[in-house]
């Protein structure tokens, strides 16, 4: 049935948003030992209404059962599934700073299929070593490496100055996606995805609830 | 009225992240020279029903007007006012690797208001060092120093493995809230705020597209 099949140019980014969110959900339900869950306790656990939950999954099939509600392995299969995490991706990183580095040795992309497979940097003395076990590259073998390695996304951790440069040089290599840590917003062809990490938007979700505590104290 | 005063206790974490969300495509809307905006626009702009938005800001009291919207300057002075943000916050972060010097470099930050006011660190070859102008302190400080300093928020940049530890020494020392770099859960007594920063959710987001794509080349 081709309605059953998720068209990403339909699905709003903050669909594709909540569904990381709903698979984190279950995947701590499951490692909690619960076996199945329902769209009032995935909201309730995420502070959406269960419609949003509904709705948002409704965009790619049926899942759940009346009465029983969703199989925890199932649902994060299935939503592994649609963001195509269910297989390993191959990554690459463009700067070696501090935060390059720290990137490098994230742990946490492992986990969930993502592979750093080569870096690059415009610093001559960081290029032909390697960090984490990644060999660092200079930029003018963008194009050869991607390639070679079959690399499909990207990840900016430049300077804001030098980061839409360097988007358009992995544009021109032919990346799929682009994840920017970079304090700016870039500019990408239609068909290029992107998206920004803004680490400020973390800090203010935690101001709400201190700065709500300090005015209710006496 | 008592009623229009935020109750954290009652608004769920997912809606203080919405509002940030908010915050940044108000703030997009005004650097595009827009002055006034509606639940529709903002809602279709981010994924979200017009639905959701009028409900989440409606857990703060009455914005904007019939058949005018919301002024954007005023939607975002009320959000900041909401999230705490209109004022400076003073934060402090433990372990100056990699992830820390490039969060004491990040730019972000300061610009929303957060200002790094001290760091910390177990290695005695830091302490006594400045990276960015914040000077690195021992961990035997941190009482003093978060005293001393008025210091409300607490940056976790350690490695997996020490970072309940660390947490548990910021929550002596009285701190606010955290925010957790480091991919695992962290453990924190009831009143005191803490978020986790899960960088491959942002590359989950991306893959969906770019998988999407993939499957529907011919």
């Not at 409704?58 to 995490?85: M, N, S």
């Not at 920004?196 to 201190?210: N, P, S, Y």
Request: net charge neutral; charged share 20%; glycine share 10%.
């Amino acid at each position: 049935m081709s309605s059953s099949r998720p068209d990403p140019t339909h699905v709003p980014l903050a669909v594709v948003n909540r569904l990381t969110l709903y698979l984190r959900e279950l995947q701590h339900l499951i490692s909690d030992g619960e076996q199945t869950t329902s769209s009032s306790q995935l909201g309730r656990r995420l502070g959406f209404t269960d419609a949003q939950v509904r709705k948002d999954l409704a965009h790619f099939g049926h899942f759940g059962q009346p009465g029983i509600g969703y199989r925890c392995d199932d649902l994060v299969q299935a939503i592994r599934k649609i963001l195509g995490t269910d297989r390993e991706w191959r990554v690459a990183l463009v700067g070696v700073g501090n935060l390059g580095r720290a990137l490098l040795g994230y742990r946490g992309f492992s986990r969930q299929g993502f592979r750093l497979i080569a870096a690059f940097d415009i610093d001559q003395e960081k290029t032909g070593t390697k960090i984490e076990g990644v060999e660092i590259h200079a930029m003018s073998r963008l194009n050869e490496i991607l390639a070679q390695e079959r690399i499909e996304l990207g990840l900016v951790a430049v300077p804001p100055a030098d980061a839409q440069g360097v988007t358009d040089q992995l544009v021109a290599a032919g990346i799929g996606g682009i994840v920017n840590f970079a304090p700016v917003t870039l500019n990408v062809p239609e068909g290029i995805s992107k998206v920004g990490v803004d680490l400020a938007r973390e800090l203010e979700q935690i101001t709400f609830a201190v700065a709500n505590r300090l005015r209710e104290q006496p």
